[in-house]
């Protein structure tokens, strides 16, 4: 981590320079114990006449031994001569370990270096040895930290290499590895240092204070020896990929997957809005299909021995500045990267689930139990179950939930996703718990619609599909149009391939020889044409599947009244209530004024009612962290706690949020087991300069890294040194951009080469000065970051944050909106808030039962149980897109249906 400097004030804030050994050891860093017997350089400076320096010497002398040190030059010669000698200053030696920082008890002793007896020094002399080099003291904290950055510099031009991460005592200790030939020059005055002949290359009175005022270092620790660790250097990302994100970059890097079609989220400067059919049209002409190669280059032929082609690439989605595209292979989405208008290409972010299984010490809250203590039994008595209100369900699994009711229909939208118009199958990583939340809407809504829309959990585009369709506003998806038009082009290919087949059968046939060749001929032409009238049978089966998917999605969704999603996406999408669901759903949930009309009875004079959008909160916690970036000490290393806090069990440092792993029970492990896959997204806003709004060069550079302890245990090393194991390489990534200002989202994704303690630590990367300081701009930015744990198979522990968690920065997209009844569960250190950046919208709306007779728990269910309560009062009357709120439930409190609601509602049908 960089130690930037600090502009000194002046030398009168010195205040005690006389402070031996700086701070205190901190608690939470544990160390080797040291020999019991070192080796010792003592520097020492009597200046005065002779029989004052004699007598100054032997009292030095005296509270030597008195420590147990054991002179060695005692038996040379000229030793006795030291002591009418004023330029002798040294002597050398050994003492036992416990009482070596005694010796700087006497002010005649400016500096000393140990090691321990008889340590193993390397035989090269370039080689660095560790060494921990404690200053003086007593500064106030700013003046103490510009004289620990002008000792890093000075030390750095003796070769001196900074180890990372270490606890720095208050600005008065540093630790790293020093040239074996120049280790000796430590325990001279380091203002003289580098030096020639005869004279230091910087004259002590022109050196910047406080370094000028006296020699800084007050002793000098050779530590135990050991490998440094290399310093991290990530790969450089090749100019044409700036623009795609780690994940995708790794995608087009690897060979295997060259040939393997690929979804992919662009996100543009602008919104496409009437762009759409431009955008279908560039792709169809620039990306169209291609002859299918194998991943090593072979062209695969198709049953007629023709080469096989591509689907070409498909608009899959739009929303806002969003398009979700399949191309046929990754490195056409890094040729499209560089079209104009686009900000970034990343893999789809994926949603996270809401809903986990209970663990064997949990027990399921018993429906009827759930029923009574929120008043919706009242609500049943009174007719109202739900009864003509369609609830759409939206999940990534829904096993076993076909017969949940009477009235319960299953969707499957990832069907529009796949060029054969089948489901796709299920990701053998990923558990998806729909079917418990469609279970608590049964529990609260018995007689409801029940309609359980499966969607991909990267494809947030078609949540847009499923509220426009259930609002009547269209009739076919973006998806569904690119599959049209693949029909289409290829019903046009087969019927030019069937014309070439007909041609040659023909032409085989008029030949009706004997002979090997025409036979042979003639074979070949009738299992082409076979082979082609095959494929227009598939095709024409496809067909069917089109039509009639297109009718159920129709059908299905149409009339929805009430949406319980289950989804929620932590990053990847504005945060903020920005993204463009978020967005919608505020707007649809505003009241529009009614329509003036001529025509009495018009029913267009009315708009439709509001879609109640029922979003369960993000189940993340503990994995989230959000607040300002602050930076007190202004060495562009971000903390993660306010200045002057106390810091974490285990923590030296804020700029430190180590991690640890939660297993389904709750515990949480600090150690990260070896092959474990870590990604981690910061998110933040920040203004565009008016007179230059880019969005190429965010104020704020922001680049992850990620440390591992050495030595937790402190046995062999102390346990605050630290080795660099990841590095965000390329972005920071825009995501949204306006007028104003842009949300830029920084990536970070690695696997973890060992068990061990790891810690994430946010620095800023290079920012250039501007010509002239007033160009100078300084913002305030409040990012988010969160933690997730891609390749976890179900059941594994998940990563999260052990130092510095934040469970009031958001509930994730899209509970921030506004339009959006967030649901939560009160359970501790649940997600709460809309955001860093909108710190007074409360956030969740609502709270329901964590459980409801299912062996499963969390926002996921309590948003299917309320969901079903909002379709019971949607049928007794309710009006808006907060029912809740129209029915007078107390916000931001546990769900209970008021008593003073029911006394005022008719039963049912009355």
Same mark, same amino acid.
């Given at each position: 981590?960089?130690?930037?400097? @600090?502009?000194?004030?002046?030398?009168?804030?010195?205040?005690?320079?006389?402070?031996?050994?700086?701070?205190?050891?901190?608690?939470?860093?544990?160390?080797?114990?040291?020999?019991?017997?070192?080796?010792?350089?003592?520097?020492?400076?009597?200046?005065?006449?002779?029989?004052?320096?004699?007598?100054?010497?032997?009292?030095?002398?005296?509270?030597?031994?008195?420590?147990?040190?054991?002179?060695?030059?005692?038996?040379?010669?000229?030793?006795?001569?030291?002591?009418?000698?004023?330029?002798?200053?040294?002597?050398?030696?050994?003492?036992?370990?416990?009482?070596?920082?005694?010796?700087?008890?006497?002010?005649?002793?400016?500096?000393?270096?140990?090691?321990?007896?008889?340590?193993?020094?390397?035989?090269?002399?370039?080689?660095?040895?560790?060494?921990?080099?404690?200053?003086?003291?007593?500064?106030?904290?700013?003046?103490?930290?510009?004289?620990?950055?002008?000792?890093?510099?000075?030390?750095?031009?003796?070769?001196?290499?900074?180890?990372?991460?270490?606890?720095?005592?208050?600005?008065?200790?540093?630790?790293?590895?020093?040239?074996?030939?120049?280790?000796?020059?430590?325990?001279?005055?380091?203002?003289?240092?580098?030096?020639?002949?005869?004279?230091?290359?910087?004259?002590?009175?022109?050196?910047?204070?406080?370094?000028?005022?006296?020699?800084?270092?007050?002793?000098?620790?050779?530590?135990?020896?050991?490998?440094?660790?290399?310093?991290?250097? !990530?790969?450089?990302?090749?100019?044409?990929?700036?623009?795609?994100?780690?994940?995708?970059?790794?995608?087009?890097?690897?060979?295997?997957?060259? #040939?393997?079609?690929?979804?992919?989220?662009?996100?543009?400067?602008?919104?496409?809005?009437?762009?759409?059919?431009?955008?279908?049209?560039?792709?169809?002409?620039?990306?169209?299909?291609?002859?299918?190669?194998?991943?090593?280059?072979?062209?695969?032929? *198709? !049953?007629?021995?023709?080469?096989?082609?591509?689907?070409?690439?498909?608009?899959?989605?739009?929303?806002?500045?969003?398009?979700?595209?399949?191309?046929?292979?990754?490195?056409?989405?890094?040729?499209?990267?560089?079209?104009?208008?686009?900000?970034?290409?990343?893999?789809?972010?994926?949603?996270?689930?809401?809903?986990?299984?209970?663990?064997?010490?949990?027990?399921?809250?018993?429906?009827?139990?759930?029923?009574?203590?929120?008043?919706?039994?009242?609500?049943?008595? @009174?007719?109202?179950?739900?009864?003509?209100?369609?609830?759409?369900?939206?999940?990534?699994? +829904?096993?076993?939930?076909?017969?949940?009711?009477?009235?319960?229909?299953?969707?499957?939208?990832?069907?529009?996703?796949?060029?054969?118009?089948?489901?796709?199958?299920?990701?053998?990583?990923?558990?998806?718990?729909?079917?418990?939340?469609?279970?608590?809407?049964?529990?609260?809504?018995?007689?409801?619609?029940?309609?359980?829309?499966?969607?991909?959990?990267?494809? @947030?585009?078609?949540?847009?599909?499923?509220?426009?369709?259930?609002?009547?506003?269209?009739?076919?998806?973006?998806?569904?149009?690119?599959?049209?038009? #693949?029909?289409?082009?290829?019903?046009?290919?087969?019927?030019?391939?069937?014309?070439?087949?007909?041609?040659?059968?023909?032409?085989?046939?008029?030949?009706?020889?004997?002979?090997?060749?025409?036979?042979?001929?003639?074979?070949?032409?009738?299992?082409?044409?076979?082979?082609?009238?095959?494929?227009?049978?598939?095709?024409?089966?496809?067909?069917?599947?089109?039509?009639?998917?297109?009718?159920?999605?129709?059908?299905?969704?149409?009339?929805?009244?009430?949406?319980?999603?289950?989804?929620?996406?932590?990053?990847?999408?504005?945060?903020?209530?920005?993204?463009?669901?978020?967005?919608?759903?505020?707007?649809?949930?505003?009241?529009? !004024?009614?329509?003036?009309?001529?025509?009495?009875?018009?029913?267009?004079?009315?708009?439709?009612?509001?879609?109640?959008?029922?979003?369960?909160?993000?189940?993340?916690?503990?994995?989230?962290? *959000?607040?300002?970036?602050?930076?007190?000490?202004?060495?562009?290393?971000?903390?993660?706690?306010?200045?002057?806090?106390?810091?974490?069990?285990?923590?030296?440092?804020?700029?430190?949020?180590? @991690?640890?792993?939660?297993?389904?029970?709750?515990?949480?492990?600090?150690?990260?087991?070896?092959?474990?896959?870590?990604?981690?997204?910061?998110?933040?806003?920040?203004?565009?300069?008016?007179?230059?709004?880019?969005?190429?060069?965010?104020?704020?550079?922001?680049?992850?890294?990620?440390?591992?302890?050495?030595?937790?245990?402190?046995?062999?090393?102390?346990?605050?040194?630290?080795?660099?194991?990841?590095?965000?390489?390329?972005?920071?990534?825009?995501?949204?951009?306006?007028?104003?200002?842009?949300?830029?989202?920084?990536?970070?994704? +690695?696997?973890?080469?060992?068990?061990?303690?790891?810690?994430?630590?946010?620095?800023?990367?290079?920012?250039?000065?501007?010509?002239?300081?007033?160009?100078?701009?300084?913002?305030?930015?409040?990012?988010?970051?969160?933690?997730?744990?891609?390749?976890?198979?179900?059941?594994?522990?998940?990563?999260?944050?052990?130092?510095?968690?934040?469970?009031?920065?958001?509930?994730?997209?899209? *509970?921030?909106?506004?339009?959006?009844?967030?649901?939560?569960?009160?359970?501790?250190?649940?997600?709460?808030?809309?955001?860093?950046?909108?710190?007074?919208?409360?956030?969740?709306?609502? +709270?329901?039962?964590?459980?409801?007779?299912?062996?499963?728990?969390?926002?996921?269910?309590?948003?299917?149980?309320?969901?079903?309560?909002?379709?019971?009062?949607?049928?007794?009357?309710?009006?808006?897109?907060?029912?809740?709120?129209?029915?007078?439930?107390?916000?931001?409190?546990?769900?209970?249906?008021?008593?003073?609601?029911?006394?005022?509602?008719?039963?049912?049908?009355?």
């Amino acid at each position: 981590m960089t130690r930037a400097p @600090l502009a000194p004030t002046a030398a009168a804030l010195l205040l005690l320079a006389g402070a031996s050994s700086g701070q205190q050891p901190n608690p939470a860093v544990k160390e080797p114990p040291r020999a019991e017997k070192l080796d010792i350089q003592v520097r020492y400076r009597i200046r005065a006449d002779r029989d004052e320096r004699i007598r100054q010497f032997r009292v030095l002398e005296k509270h030597l031994a008195a420590l147990g040190f054991d002179d060695a030059r005692k038996d040379e010669p000229d030793r006795e001569l030291d002591i009418l000698d004023p330029a002798a200053e040294r002597f050398t030696g050994t003492i036992p370990s416990a009482r070596v920082l005694e010796v700087l008890d006497d002010p005649r002793v400016e500096t000393i270096l140990f090691a321990p007896a008889g340590y193993p020094y390397p035989e090269t002399r370039d080689t660095g040895v560790p060494v921990r080099v404690v200053i003086r003291g007593g500064l106030i904290p700013a003046l103490q930290q510009v004289l620990h950055g002008q000792v890093l510099g000075h030390l750095e031009r003796l070769g001196y290499r900074d180890a990372l991460g270490y606890d720095t005592r208050g600005y008065t200790q540093l630790k790293g590895t020093f040239p074996l030939k120049y280790l000796d020059r430590l325990v001279k005055d380091l203002r003289t240092e580098p030096a020639g002949w005869f004279l230091a290359d910087t004259q002590p009175d022109q050196l910047p204070r406080p370094l000028a005022e006296r020699n800084p270092v007050r002793w000098v620790e050779v530590m135990p020896p050991r490998d440094a660790p290399a310093p991290f250097t !990530p790969a450089a990302v090749p100019p044409a990929q700036l623009r795609l994100t780690p994940e995708l970059r790794a995608l087009v890097a690897d060979p295997a997957r060259k #040939e393997t079609p690929v979804r992919v989220v662009v996100l543009f400067v602008d919104r496409l809005e009437d762009r759409t059919e431009e955008l279908r049209v560039r792709l169809q002409s620039a990306y169209g299909s291609t002859v299918r190669r194998t991943a090593d280059g072979a062209v695969v032929k *198709g !049953p007629d021995g023709l080469p096989a082609l591509t689907e070409g690439a498909a608009l899959e989605g739009v929303a806002g500045n969003l398009a979700a595209i399949r191309f046929d292979r990754p490195a056409d989405a890094e040729r499209f990267a560089t079209e104009p208008g686009v900000m970034t290409v990343r893999l789809p972010p994926q949603a996270g689930e809401t809903v986990r299984p209970l663990t064997a010490a949990q027990k399921p809250a018993a429906a009827a139990d759930v029923l009574k203590g929120s008043g919706v039994d009242a609500l049943h008595r @009174l007719g109202y179950t739900g009864t003509g209100v369609k609830v759409l369900v939206i999940g990534t699994d +829904f096993t076993g939930a076909e017969r949940l009711t009477k009235k319960t229909r299953l969707l499957d939208l990832t069907t529009e996703l796949n060029p054969d118009l089948v489901p796709l199958p299920a990701d053998p990583l990923r558990t998806g718990h729909g079917t418990a939340a469609a279970q608590a809407v049964a529990v609260s809504a018995p007689d409801a619609d029940l309609v359980l829309v499966r969607v991909d959990p990267g494809s @947030l585009f078609q949540l847009f599909s499923v509220l426009r369709l259930a609002k009547g506003e269209i009739t076919y998806t973006d998806a569904l149009r690119s599959r049209l038009n #693949e029909l289409s082009e290829r019903s046009g290919e087969l019927t030019r391939r069937k014309d070439a087949a007909v041609a040659a059968y023909r032409a085989a046939f008029d030949d009706l020889a004997d002979d090997q060749v025409a036979v042979a001929r003639r074979a070949q032409a009738q299992a082409n044409l076979n082979a082609v009238i095959a494929e227009q049978a598939e095709l024409t089966k496809r067909v069917g599947r089109f039509n009639e998917f297109r009718k159920d999605v129709t059908a299905a969704l149409a009339g929805g009244r009430v949406v319980v999603n289950t989804l929620a996406w932590d990053g990847g999408y504005p945060l903020d209530a920005l993204s463009e669901l978020s967005r919608t759903l505020e707007r649809l949930a505003t009241p529009l !004024p009614p329509r003036l009309t001529t025509r009495a009875g018009d029913p267009a004079a009315q708009p439709k009612p509001p879609v109640v959008w029922v979003q369960a909160a993000s189940a993340a916690a503990g994995s989230v962290w *959000g607040g300002p970036f602050r930076d007190a000490n202004r060495d562009e290393t971000m903390e993660f706690g306010p200045p002057g806090g106390m810091l974490p069990p285990g923590n030296w440092s804020p700029d430190l949020n180590f @991690l640890g792993v939660r297993s389904a029970t709750g515990e949480t492990a600090p150690d990260l087991p070896a092959g474990t896959r870590v990604r981690f997204a910061m998110q933040w806003r920040e203004p565009l300069d008016p007179n230059f709004p880019s969005v190429d060069r965010p104020l704020y550079p922001v680049v992850l890294r990620v440390f591992r302890q050495l030595d937790p245990t402190g046995t062999r090393v102390p346990s605050d040194e630290m080795a660099e194991e990841a590095r965000s390489a390329g972005g920071p990534y825009p995501i949204y951009a306006t007028g104003t200002f842009a949300v830029f989202e920084q990536v970070l994704e +690695f696997t973890t080469a060992a068990a061990g303690r790891y810690a994430l630590v946010a620095t800023l990367g290079y920012r250039p000065e501007p010509p002239i300081p007033a160009l100078k701009r300084e913002i305030e930015i409040y990012p988010r970051v969160v933690v997730e744990t891609p390749a976890a198979k179900p059941g594994e522990g998940r990563v999260v944050f052990r130092s510095y968690v934040s469970p009031d920065a958001g509930v994730g997209v899209p *509970g921030d909106s506004a339009g959006a009844v967030a649901v939560g569960v009160c359970t501790p250190d649940e997600l709460s808030g809309a955001g860093t950046g909108l710190a007074l919208r409360a956030k969740p709306d609502i +709270f329901g039962p964590e459980s409801v007779g299912s062996a499963h728990r969390g926002p996921g269910v309590a948003a299917g149980y309320l969901g079903g309560v909002a379709a019971g009062l949607v049928q007794a009357g309710a009006v808006g897109a907060d029912v809740f709120r129209a029915a007078g439930f107390e916000p931001g409190k546990l769900a209970v249906v008021p008593g003073a609601w029911l006394r005022h509602l008719r039963p049912a049908g009355k």
